[in-house]
């Protein structure tokens, strides 16, 4: 059973055109992500989402499915299993040019953390807290990111003083 639905995900991704241009995530990671979801039409897949191991999110529809709400269904049915299986929070990476999916994936909670290139386009690092845990490496990332800005922005003395403020009030939260 299970080889026949790793040789059906298989045949799904491979059937990709469009998508697999702007889908950085390799096969191997969708068949050994810890959750995934599938819609199918018809017996074959037509979408798929899932979480890979550094819990990522992840959501490929087809492009002739598109747009009929199927990668929204599949992104709440990621977001509820991974609630049930108690995990703290979810990530995920979006193009910037692509509208619609930030604007669905904000309306599902996601907060921009920061921008990043891949495939040498910018990219969105999003994150939707969980639970309270969640919550806290939300605000770790963010302070990290306001770390990161000052360490660029300031002279070496006066950064370093103002690093070892950051560090503290962060150890008293954590």
């Known amino acids: 059973m299970q080889k026949e639905l790793?040789?059906?995900i298989a045949y799904f991704y491979r059937s990709l055109t469009v998508e697999k241009k702007?889908?950085?995530?390799?096969l191997r990671e969708i068949l050994q992500s810890k959750l995934l979801v599938m819609e199918r039409s018809n017996a074959t897949i037509i979408g798929i989402a899932g979480m890979s191991r550094k819990n990522s999110?992840?959501?490929?529809v087809k492009s002739e499915y598109q747009n009929q709400k199927i990668g929204q269904k599949?992104?709440?049915?990621?977001?509820?299993?991974?609630?049930?299986?108690?995990?703290?929070?979810?990530?995920?990476?979006?193009?910037?040019?692509?509208?619609?999916?930030?604007?669905?994936?904000?309306?599902?909670?996601?907060a921009?953390?920061?921008?990043?290139?891949?495939?040498?386009?910018?990219?969105?690092?999003?994150?939707?807290?969980?639970?309270?845990?969640?919550?806290l490496y939300k605000i770790y990332f963010l302070m990290a990111r306001r770390l990161r800005s000052i360490i660029r922005?300031?002279?070496?003395?006066?950064?370093?003083?103002?690093?070892?403020?950051l560090a503290n009030k962060v150890r008293k939260v954590f």
């Open 6 to 8: 790793s040789n059906e």
């Open 112 to 135: 921009v953390l920061f921008t990043n290139l891949v495939s040498s386009r910018e990219n969105f690092l999003m994150m939707l807290p969980l639970d309270f845990k969640g919550s």
């Open 22 to 26: 702007d889908f950085n995530l390799p």
């Open 74 to 110: 599949l992104t709440r049915e990621v977001i509820d299993h991974a609630k049930k299986q108690n995990y703290h929070y979810i990530t995920l990476n979006v193009f910037q040019s692509n509208v619609k999916a930030i604007h669905i994936y904000r309306k599902f909670g996601f």
């Open 153 to 165: 922005r300031t002279p070496h003395e006066y950064s370093l003083h103002r690093t070892r403020q």
């Open 57 to 60: 999110l992840f959501v490929v």
